[in-house]
């Protein structure tokens, strides 16, 4: 298997890169932290750092530093993905780098307007330029495969106004376009879909807490951090659908890491599968009092 993640070096796109070399997969790691120097984000993470995780797991891991809202970088990108491997089968869209342009609960009135329209650059604007250069290599045989990265079904979402406009628009959109690929894709036998994590424990999380993966649950949070997740377990989901000679079944939707999960009987890395979204339409949202412990 070829993959290439576009936004590896930290979160969801670390997990799911790590997740499809335990696979076997070449997987070319692509973001914009390197050893050499940071991104925007200001995070220690790097892309090298995660080929390595991709290749300690069994696979090959490539970094490649890449700026995906300058196109001829990706297009050098492709190239390169062209000329060492003649393929691509599975793309993974999870470009974001907006953590510090949104602020909670802001009218779009009061809201920074550049931070906010940069948000929607970093967000959908880098994935429509991956789609562009990329997409070409997937569908040179049949079975390729997208995923869109998101926060929120799209199931979730239509009725729920996430955060501010910006945040709001910009996980909407990434939920529209894995329905756009899977449209764009459906002549050449590929599968284009979205996908969510729930709670995440990222790397930037963790710190946010003060906590680390070993005493995560000892930080003062929401009764959702408890059914909190760690990047491994979408990563798994995916790499599980990646396998799937019938993945097709998906192609269209926008699904959660449970629902992956549940499908593909995968669990986190401590053993359990976690439920938030369950967890808060079923409990939070309608002031259950069922306990959080049922949804791990």
């Not at 001829?72 to 492709?78: E, F, G, I, K, R």
């Not at 799209?154 to 628009?169: G, H, I």
């Not at 649950?217 to 798994?236: I, K």
Request: with cysteine; proline share 4%; glycine share 10%.
């Amino acid at each position: 298997m070829i993959a290439l993640v576009a936004g590896a070096t930290r979160g969801t796109g670390r997990g799911i890169a790590v997740a499809l070399g335990a696979t076997g997969a070449t997987v070319y790691c692509t973001g914009r932290s390197t050893r050499e120097g940071r991104s925007e984000m200001n995070r220690p993470e790097t892309i090298e750092e995660t080929a390595e995780l991709v290749t300690a797991a069994g696979g090959a891991g490539i970094p490649v530093r890449t700026d995906f809202l300058e196109p001829d970088q990706v297009a050098a990108l492709a190239e390169r993905v062209r000329g060492e491997q003649g393929r691509l089968d599975v793309l993974v869209n999870d470009v974001w780098g907006g953590d510090h342009l949104w602020s909670w609960n802001t009218p779009v009135w009061e809201h920074d307007q550049d931070k906010g329209l940069r948000l929607l650059r970093l967000a959908v604007d880098t994935h429509l330029i991956s789609a562009r250069h990329l997409l070409p290599l997937l569908i040179g045989h049949e079975g390729g495969l997208v995923v869109e990265v998101t926060d929120g079904t799209w199931e979730f979402n239509q009725s729920r106004y996430r955060e501010n406009v910006y945040y709001d628009l910009a996980k909407m959109s990434v939920n529209r376009l894995g329905f756009a690929w899977s449209n764009e894709l459906r002549p050449h036998g590929g599968t284009g879909l979205t996908v969510t994590p729930g709670f995440l424990r990222s790397e930037a999380m963790l710190d946010n807490f003060g906590v680390t993966e070993d005493n995560w649950r000892e930080a003062e949070a929401d009764p959702s951090w408890m059914v909190s997740e760690t990047p491994a377990y979408l990563g798994r989901g995916v790499a599980a659908l990646a396998l799937d000679p019938d993945r097709r079944r998906w192609s269209g939707r926008s699904v959660s890491s449970e629902e992956l999960a549940q499908a593909y009987g995968v669990t986190d890395v401590d053993g359990s599968r976690p439920r938030v979204w369950s967890y808060i339409t079923e409990v939070r949202e309608k002031d259950g009092e069922r306990a959080w412990e049922d949804y791990r």
